[in-house]
Structure formats: C-alpha cells, structure tokens
C-alpha cells in the first residue's frame, strides 16, 4: 500500500500532510485523557510494524503487505490502531525505509482513513469478548477495500500514469490478505482472551475484549 517517492507532487504532499496531521489532532485529545491508551499506541506501533515487515512484496504499481490491521485494532481499539499506524510508519522509515518519509502522511492516510470508516461501520457492532470468523471476514473485506481504494486515489492523482489493469492487479492481490488475516486475528484474540483476566492483560488490550471476563 505504499506510494513511492516522486509519484506525487509537492503541493499534494503537503495536502496529505494537512489532512493526516487535523485527523490525528481531532483524536489527540480522547487519546491524552487516557494514559492507558498510551501504553496500548505503543503496543499497537510494535505490532504494526512486525506484521508489516513480515512480509512484502512489489504488486503493480504499489506493495502487498501483511498489514495486521484488524489483529491490533480488535486487540487495543480505534485510537491506539489509529496513532499506531502513524507511529509504526515513522520507525519503519526512520529504521528502515527512509525514503518513505516524504509519504508518510500519504501512506497513513491509506491506513487511517478504512480505519475511522470501517470502525464507525461494523465496528460498532462487534460485542464484548472474541468475534467471530464471519465478523472478522467482513472487516477485513471492508477495511482492504477502503485501502485498495485510497491507494488507487493516490494513483489517479500521481504525476505518472497507472493503467486501472496495474490497479487491479494489485487490489486482487489484497484478497489473500482478506483470506488470511481473518484466520492470525481469531488465533491471536483468542490466545489473548484467554489471559484478560490477568491485570497487565486489562491494562494492555481493549475494554471489549477484557470487560467480558470481568464478571
């Protein structure tokens, strides 16, 4: 889902940057308030990050990567998924990929935005405790919909012309993602619901997931 350096222009960066910096300015505030979801931002950085670098490869004009994104945001909830992608893709330019930097913005915003989307949607409907395979197939349908989405609207408005068959090659090769991802959620969330009961467990994972155990 990355954008390259030098596909977008200057003056679009810049807009990617006043976007992605007033979206995470809104949610600051709920996020300052709890000290708890700092530790959990962390965690979800951490995370984040080890599922992207597991595995990438080039596709089309962008990358397929095992982003991870639902097995963190059913594990520590919207606001630490939301500021640890941020987080995650500055260490990994910062580490890894420097030449990135100059689309962090970009590529967060290919994350951020099927987040809020997708959490405002389905997510609010997913109860307390563990869901199930069926919940987690649609929001990892939705969500790598919206991210094939942004990518090809970073792709339309790019400096170098991408024919829609490159786009699509690269949205369908998302599909093993939304077959796989669904299967590391369900292993992960269970494997964690198994210790909620414990009290770094409420402290680290998400009120959904904990407050089922603790009757």
């Known amino acids: 889902m990355h954008i390259e350096p030098g596909f977008l222009s200057d003056a679009k960066i810049m807009a990617a940057n006043v976007a992605a910096v007033g979206l995470l300015a809104v949610h600051a505030p709920a996020l300052m308030r709890r000290p708890a979801l700092w530790l959990r931002t962390l965690l979800a950085a951490v995370f984040f990050s080890v599922f992207m670098e597991s595995f990438h490869l080039p596709v089309g004009p962008s990358e397929l990567h095992f982003v991870g994104a639902m097995p963190v945001y059913v594990l520590f909830g919207l606001l630490p ?6 987080l995650g893709l500055l260490l990994q330019g910062l580490l890894f990929e420097p030449q990135d930097l100059v689309h962090l913005a970009v590529n967060a915003l290919s994350l951020i935005v099927p987040l809020l989307a997708v959490h405002h949607t389905l997510g609010r409907r997913l109860g307390e405790g563990t869901p199930g395979l069926a919940a987690l197939l649609k929001l990892d349908g939705a969500y790598y919909a919206g991210v094939t989405l942004m990518v090809g609207f970073w792709l339309a408005n790019g400096e170098q012309a ?9 949205a369908a090769s998302y599909l093993s993602v939304v077959a796989l991802e669904p299967l590391v959620t369900l292993a992960i969330v269970r494997g964690a619901s198994m210790l909620r009961s414990q009290g770094w467990a409420r402290v680290c994972l998400d009120e959904r997931l904990t407050l089922a155990g603790a009757a």
């Not at 998924?81 to 941020?86: R, V, W």
């Not at 991408?162 to 690269?170: K, Y």
């Open 162 to 170: 991408v024919s829609l068959a490159d786009w699509g090659a690269f």
């Open 81 to 86: 998924t939301l500021f640890g992608f941020a």
